[in-house]
């Protein structure tokens, strides 16, 4: 197994990039082999890192990577969701497959088409500048052909009503590379972006709570990663408060997929993200600002047709700074497993 470390500015933790050649297919040996992964990384003191990206050459002539994320679970060793995606993680295994041989080297203007193998989501990552200790890129994520905007409504509908606390509170359910559900924070007793943006543990546990409780009204396991949650405040026109949850805390800012599924949203007439960024009807290139707690992050999504037929066709997020930490091999001595470091 070999394995490389890389961070992506604004992600809760480091990535764990897997040659996935190197990884048995069947899923009980391949879990058993992250498990070792997992605990060798907390012997290390690495237990901070919860992703894991599982890349190869693509077998498809389309595409330069197949990828597959797995999310380590921080209750157990052996606790792994492989549901989804991570769109930072996408970029941290571009920029590890590079550094290491499986890809071509990332230069300025180069394009590195993945095959998301969760949810067959399409990426291009295009590189923006490039230096010895990572690089940075704009993310496309594309939709082709292009996609009704309505089917991205897990419910059909722009806002589904949840039982909570003794009401019926209005979310909005949109799937875009990821499940996510949106809130409007003053439906959670938070009705400015200083209290949203406060480590608040009573806001923690509410929007832990709204989780499952979407996840009991639509049947859905209340004990995944996903759907993600995150509530949202209007900011300015165009520009959206942000926050949102990670595994098993805050996100420092929001993830990739959360920052593309709010922006699909948006494109969608009368969801949540619709409404609060105050948009009446979203251009078809439509700029969207998040502003979370550790960053500002500016989103575009390309949309075609007219307002009764509006399909998605790409969203982009630009100006990812990705952090290469370098390359390990884990060798058998005796009868563990240690990790030696190695130059990129």
Avoid at 68 to 86: M, T
Avoid at 316 to 344: C, H, I, M, N
Wanted: charged share 20%; hydrophobic share 40%; with cysteine.
């Amino acid at each position: 197994m070999t394995v490389t470390l890389a961070r992506a500015h604004g992600t809760p933790c480091p990535t764990a990039v897997v040659d996935a050649r190197t990884l048995p297919e069947a899923e009980p040996e391949l879990l058993a082999r992250l498990t070792e992964l997992r605990a060798t990384l907390v012997d290390h003191g690495a237990s901070d890192v919860l992703k894991n990206a599982l890349v190869q050459p693509s077998r498809h002539p389309l595409f330069d990577l197949d990828y597959r994320f797995v999310q380590s679970l921080p209750d157990r060793l052996d606790s792994f969701d492989l549901r989804g995606s991570c769109g930072h993680s996408i970029l941290a295994a571009v920029e590890a497959a590079a550094r290491t041989g499986m890809i071509q080297p990332l230069v300025p203007g180069c394009r590195v088409r993945v095959n998301v193998l969760n949810n067959g989501d399409n990426v291009v990552c295009e590189t923006e500048e490039t230096s010895d200790g990572g690089t940075r890129f704009t993310a496309h994520f594309l939709c082709s052909p292009p996609r009704p905007v309505r089917e991205l409504l897990i419910t059909g509908d722009p806002v589904t009503g949840i039982p909570f606390e003794g009401r019926m509170v209005p979310v909005s359910l949109v799937s875009m590379g990821n499940p996510y559900i949106f809130v409007h924070a003053d439906e959670l007793g938070v009705p400015t972006v200083d209290e949203l943006f406060a480590d608040d543990l009573v806001l923690f546990d509410r929007m832990t709570r709204l989780r499952r409780a979407v996840c009991e009204a639509q049947g859905w396991d209340t004990g995944g990663a996903f759907p993600k949650v995150a509530a949202l405040l209007p900011d300015a026109l165009g520009t959206l408060a942000v926050r949102a949850i990670s595994v098993p805390s805050w996100h420092p800012t929001v993830a990739l997929t959360g920052a593309t599924c709010l922006a699909a949203g948006a494109a969608i007439e009368g969801t949540v993200p619709h409404l609060l960024s105050g948009h009446t009807e979203q251009p078809h290139s439509g700029m969207l600002a998040l502003r979370t707690p550790g960053a500002t992050i500016r989103v575009s999504a390309r949309t075609t047709g007219g307002p009764h037929d509006r399909r998605l066709a790409w969203v982009s997020v630009a100006e990812k700074q990705v952090d290469y930490r370098g390359r390990f091999l884990p060798a058998r001595t005796s009868q563990e497993l240690s990790w030696l470091p190695l130059t990129a």
